[in-house]
């Protein structure tokens, strides 16, 4: 995966040909290529951002107090066994009978 410099790069290079295009219809293509590398700039930072928070939520316990808190809910969040992003999973309903006369 290319990095978010690398992207930017691309669109500066982009735009400086689009400067340099011979039709309209050149520059517009080229400036639409432009807005795209922007995207992914745009994009990679927001993943990153979001990766280095789960990883924080990881690293501080977050996940587990969540997990305590959550086990009367029936909903455990867990880390990604990947990247540390936290994922909600439902987890089924047990019906227990002696619960149920109480």
């Not at 432009?34 to 996940?63: D, F, P, Y």
């Not at 959550?70 to 867990?78: E, I, L, N, P």
Request: with cysteine; aromatic share 2%.
């Amino acid at each position: 995966m290319q990095t978010i410099e690398n992207y930017l790069q691309h669109a500066a290079e982009c735009r400086q040909l689009a400067a340099r295009a011979r039709t309209s219809e050149d520059r517009e293509m080229i400036l639409k290529m432009v807005e795209t590398w922007e995207e992914l700039a745009a994009a990679r930072e927001k993943m990153l951002k979001s990766r280095e928070r789960a990883q924080s939520l990881v690293e501080t316990g977050a996940v587990d107090q969540l997990n305590k808190t959550a086990s009367a809910s029936s909903v455990v969040v867990a880390p990604h066994k990947d990247a540390a992003i936290e994922t909600a999973i439902e987890q089924p309903q047990i019906n227990d009978p002696e619960k149920q006369d109480a």
